[in-house]
């Protein structure tokens, strides 16, 4: 079954530290990635998604089909960057998106 | 605000009541997801509409749960006799990127 983990419920970093935000899958084919962003008392927001290949807010994710991961990145956290974080998943030919557990990133000053 | 909007954003009620919500995704967007979200876990989907055609149901959509979007425009999501293991924040999303709406918080007493 298609299963996008992510392995820290919580995780606290520095103002000005590099931050890491892991998310694993398993899934055979070729899929679809996406980082959500969700801030205190707001909407689930769209952070980035693989195939833009974007960076966001200073926020960048390789997709490593190998290690089968999609690991949310930033080198210098900022106090803003204070969150809860779902990496998402949608498989070939399909509409639904499968999320992780989600990851709470506080940032300390 | 131009996003997808969604009505009641809290609902309280007694198990065994009917309970609908409502949501409304941006204008042109023809796809529309419905999620369902409980404490410390991400958003798992429930059905999916394309206009006004549902084209897939998750395996957590009971016969209890029914959706609708009569003209392809708004949808509506009843659950009947409602159980306490109902109680989660309910997403609407329009898009395939997709775009969230705020959510429904349905507690049942």
């Known amino acids: 079954a298609q299963r996008v983990t992510q392995p820290e419920k919580l995780l606290s970093v520095f103002k000005g530290a590099p931050v890491e935000l892991k998310c694993n899958y398993s899934?055979?084919?070729?899929?679809?990635l996406f980082w959500y962003v969700q801030y205190s008392r707001q909407r689930l927001q769209l952070l980035l998604r693989h195939i833009s290949r974007e960076s966001i807010k200073g926020f960048t994710a390789d997709l490593n089909k190998g290690e089968t991961s999609f690991h949310l990145k930033k080198p210098f956290a900022q106090e803003e960057d204070s969150a809860m974080y779902y990496c998402?998943?949608?498989?070939?030919?399909?509409?639904?998106?499968?999320f992780g557990q989600g990851t709470r990133l506080t940032i300390n000053p | 605000d131009t996003g997808v909007s969604q009505n009641p954003r809290h609902k309280i009620t007694k198990r065994g009541q009917n309970v609908t919500f409502r949501c409304d995704p941006i204008s042109e967007h023809n796809r529309l997801y419905w999620y369902r979200q409980t404490l410390g876990q991400g958003p798992e989907f429930l059905t999916y509409?394309?206009?006004?055609?549902?084209?897939?149901k998750s395996r957590l959509l009971s016969d209890r749960f029914s959706a609708e979007r009569p003209k392809g425009s708004f949808s509506t999501l009843e659950i009947q006799r409602t159980e306490q293991g109902d109680s989660a924040m309910y997403l609407c999303a329009s898009n395939s990127e997709p775009y969230f709406g705020p959510g429904t918080r349905l507690t049942v007493l």
């Open positions: 509409f394309q206009n006004e055609a549902q084209l897939e």
């Open positions: 998402a998943l949608r498989f070939q030919g399909a509409q639904k998106l499968v």
């Open positions: 899934y055979s084919g070729s899929p679809e």
